[in-house]
């Protein structure tokens, strides 16, 4: 669906909620996309580089603020409310409305003010899908109200205090790859994004003949938050025992595959397997950006295969069904590279393929995976489009 399109729908629920605005001036419409990412996963928390992009699915908010203190929040896909006082912060049951409070609190926490807000959003970045509609979300809502409210912050403010608001509030430990590509995304332009100093450039995506193809597993299996926090917790205790021989590594960001490999036997093999695939894969993120300005996207499909061979047997944070999905790609001279995304145990696969033979490829593997796990396989192309911003 076009944007516009989207907008039109969320605008329309929003008038039937809260009827006509007195103001209308005063009613604005904001965006934020889900992000995809090309190469370098669970690299973000170990400072090291990511290689993000922000897609044409997004989070709308149609917003407005209020004379009084309360706060509504309005979900137009599932058609459910939840209002409050702006300074009640206390946890709700519905867990949607807590990215929203989250950004509140985050607000208050800089120690700034704000009104009440009524607010209709909604959009079309499927859930639970690794594209990250939680970071859309966060940072939707806190552009908007700098904007309704002139809090004065800028776009790396926005990203840290929505990361802030899902470790803190939501209370989820991810790193800060999701929110900065959601806020700083660029039309067909990835991010090679620095995560220890937010340091950042932009490369031009050169699809060539070639699209990006999601394909959902439609599963999300319950090992996904604990083993997150565990993988963490593996790389600290690899930096631990580097540190006693290189005291300059702070996070793995500092370490090399070489001082992995020396150290392997002290390490042991699951922190062994982890550092390794953590050192490796930040330095894939610099070689695959070298790649992309030589256009080499043969090259660079074979680093997205090198990663999820990484995640799968390394890093160990795939699963049967997305395993299954790259595999289905390994035969087929028209995919370049296929890889698991995100943090893992469920989501997408990312699929570099041929593009007059996209449609053949997505018959395939719907058929394949109906088959094998009798499941809809839904599909994505998607395409790299700017990040957070207001809609006129
Ligand atoms: C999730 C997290 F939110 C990100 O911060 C990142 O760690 C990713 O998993 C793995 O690369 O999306």
């Known amino acids: 669906m076009q944007d516009s399109e989207i907008v039109n729908k969320i605008k329309e629920k929003y008038f039937q909620k809260f009827g006509q605005s007195s103001k209308p001036e005063q009613v604005r419409v904001f965006r934020s996309p889900g992000r995809i990412n090309l190469i370098g996963e669970h690299t973000d928390y170990n400072n090291g580089f990511v290689l993000p992009a922000s897609v044409d699915k997004a989070v709308y908010f149609v917003i407005e603020p209020r004379e009084d203190d309360q706060v509504i929040l309005h979900a137009a896909d599932l058609d459910e409310t939840y209002s409050f006082s702006v300074e009640d912060l206390s946890k709700p049951a519905q867990s949607w409305a807590h990215y929203q409070l989250g950004i509140i609190e985050q607000i208050y926490k800089k120690g700034l003010k704000i009104g009440g807000f009524q607010t209709t959003f909604g959009g079309d970045v499927p859930v639970g899908a690794g594209l990250s ?5 966060e940072c939707c809502l806190l552009f908007a109200l700098n904007e309704l409210y002139d809090l004065n912050l800028d776009r790396f403010s926005i990203v840290k205090m929505s990361q802030k608001a899902e470790n803190e509030y939501v209370g989820v430990q991810c790193g800060i790859m999701d929110q900065f590509a959601s806020a700083f995304g660029k039309e067909e332009s990835v991010i090679r994004l620095d995560c220890r100093s937010l340091e950042y450039e932009y490369f031009p995506f050169p699809m060539q003949d070639y699209l990006l193809v999601l394909c959902d597993t439609s599963v999300k299996h319950s090992l996904a938050s604990s083993e997150y926090n565990t993988r963490r917790l593996e790389c600290e205790k690899g930096i631990a025992i580097l540190q006693k021989y290189y005291p300059e590594v702070q996070s793995l960001r500092d370490a090399t595959p070489e001082m992995v490999e020396t150290h392997k036997d002290e390490l042991g093999d699951i922190v062994y397997r982890r550092c390794k695939f953590i050192t490796e894969e930040i330095q894939r993120v610099q070689d695959a950006c070298d790649l992309l300005v030589e256009g080499n996207l043969i090259d660079f499909g074979k680093k997205m295969y090198a990663t999820h061979q990484g995640l799968q047997h390394e890093y ?21 590279g296929s890889r698991m995304m995100g943090g893992g145990f469920g989501g997408c696969t990312i699929n570099l393929v041929k593009k007059e033979a996209v449609d053949a490829f997505e018959q395939k593997m719907k058929a394949a995976y109906q088959e094998q796990y009798q499941i809809d396989l839904p599909c994505y192309k998607v395409k790299i489009t700017a990040g957070t911003g207001e809609i006129i």
């Open 133 to 137: 509609s939680s970071a859309a979300l």
């Open 316 to 336: 160990e944070v795939s699963c049967p069904e997305l395993d299954f999905l790259v595999d289905q790609t390994l035969s087929d001279p028209n995919v370049l």
